[in-house]
């Protein structure tokens, strides 16, 4: 319980190997659920179908003296949410299902047949008798459907996706921010504008707890901190000042010249993550490359083109819309050095990046002789006092 009227009725999920069948989940994951105990009982979303069953065990076991859900509030349609609407509603027919528009449409396109509907649209309220539910649209926090909920009774808001993390239900720790970054650059990132309005529609109220659909529940200074962060993410600013040096190579000597490159830099006293893209999950990389201002990027060439690695990272980059940074670039190659140009391609379609010039060209393996021009590219992507 968060408070007398609040009720959690998640679900943790330790053994799913994927979500969204392509983020690993090192420690698991959870879709969230609440039980609202107004003088009518709304539900707050359902969860994935691989937890139906443990949910629909735990709204009985919440439910007080025989009642029944008057409301499911359906403020996502992912089916991490809305999987287990079905079973639901086999269970409880006379509920009404709440969504916006779209939402309800969703409903119909996934095959569920609620026998009552409520449409809400932004600003709407809905009295559940000592919980009034605000319902704040939120379109493309994810998907288009979505909304959120304010409850001023509580000082809650029901978030959706956003402030969501991976990982279980458990208590806020330190490593909340990574795994909460790692979910929302990748799960929203696309979509800084759209989480920027969400936000806006949320400024004005007296928020104490943010309750997302995923990751823990967010009180008083998390809350706050959560929300702080999320107008840098948003707004693609830069989280931390320093240096990401991300390499994909072959053989090894292409990670040798990154190594030496990070090596430069810590001299230097900047704040280095090294990156081996061939062993670090994508959606790792891509985090850290929003948080830090500038990135030095270092391939082999590989069939006339770069490396698969560096591909793919630059790749989900644009595609998850990396923005407004500087970026140095390091080639390899042993007889067409060809990394480069597909990088500078990939990295110019993206929004306002800043290419460090010239690239540096290894052929096969560092020799003294790259030093000084190591040196002056060092110097450059350290001169970008704008990315920091
Ligand atoms: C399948 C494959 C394809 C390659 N394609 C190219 C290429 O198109 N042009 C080139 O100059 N080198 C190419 N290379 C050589 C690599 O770029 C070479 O491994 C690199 O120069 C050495 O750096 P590393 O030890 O970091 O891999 C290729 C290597 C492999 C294994
Ligand atoms: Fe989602
Ligand atoms: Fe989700």
Redesign the pocket.
């Known amino acids: 319980m968060y408070s007398n009227k609040i009720q959690y009725i998640g679900c943790d999920d330790a053994t799913l190997d994927l979500f969204e069948s392509q983020y690993p989940l090192p420690c698991g994951m959870c879709y969230n659920s609440y039980l609202l105990h107004g003088e009518r009982v709304a539900v707050m979303d359902s969860v994935d179908p691989r937890k139906t069953t443990e949910w629909l065990q735990q709204i009985e076991n919440g439910l007080k003296n025989g009642t029944t859900p008057t409301y499911l509030i359906v403020q996502h349609m992912e089916p991490d949410h809305s999987g287990s609407i079905g079973a639901f509603l086999a269970q409880y027919p006379d509920t009404t299902v709440v969504g916006s528009r779209a939402a309800l449409q969703f409903i119909e396109q996934f095959g569920y047949q609620p026998a009552h509907t409520l449409m809400v649209k932004h600003g709407d309220t809905l009295d559940l008798g000592g919980l009034t539910l605000h319902f704040i649209a939120a379109p493309m926090v994810h998907w288009p459907e979505v909304m959120m909920t304010y409850v001023p009774e509580e000082k809650m808001l029901f978030s959706a996706d956003a402030f969501g993390s991976f990982g279980v239900c458990g208590s806020y720790t330190d490593h909340w921010i990574d795994e909460a970054r790692r979910y929302y650059i990748n799960i929203c990132g696309k979509y800084g504008t759209q989480v920027s309005a969400a936000l806006a529609k949320t400024e004005a109220l007296d928020i104490q707890t943010i309750a997302p659909l995923h990751g823990c529940v967010l009180e008083g200074e998390q809350a706050a901190e959560a929300h702080r962060l999320y107008g840098i993410w948003s707004q693609y600013e830069i989280e931390r000042k320093g240096v990401l040096v991300a390499y994909a190579?072959?053989?090894?000597?292409?990670?040798k010249v990154a190594k030496r490159i990070a090596e430069i830099l810590r001299t230097k006293s900047m704040e280095v993550k090294e990156i081996d893209l061939c062993r670090t999950d994508v959606s790792e990389a891509v985090a850290q490359a929003f948080c830090y201002g500038k990135m030095v990027l270092c391939a082999?060439?590989?069939?006339?083109?770069v490396?698969p690695p560096m591909h793919v990272f630059l790749y989900k980059l644009g595609i998850k819309g990396y923005q407004s940074r500087r970026v140095a670039l390091v080639e390899?190659?042993?007889?067409?050095?060809?990394?480069g140009k597909t990088m500078r391609g990939m990295l110019e379609a993206m929004k306002d990046i800043q290419i460090v010039e010239p690239m540096l060209t290894i052929r096969?393996?560092w020799k003294e002789e790259y030093q000084e021009q190591l040196d002056a590219l060092i110097d450059s992507i350290l001169e970008g006092i704008n990315y920091e």
Do not use: K, L
């Not at 190579?249 to 990670?255: E, L, M, P, Q």
């Not at 082999?300 to 083109?305: E, F, L, N, R």
């Not at 390899?332 to 990394?339: L, Q």
């Open positions: 190579s072959i053989h090894g000597n292409t990670a082999s060439s590989y069939d006339a083109g490396f390899n190659g042993t007889w067409a050095p060809s990394a096969s393996a």
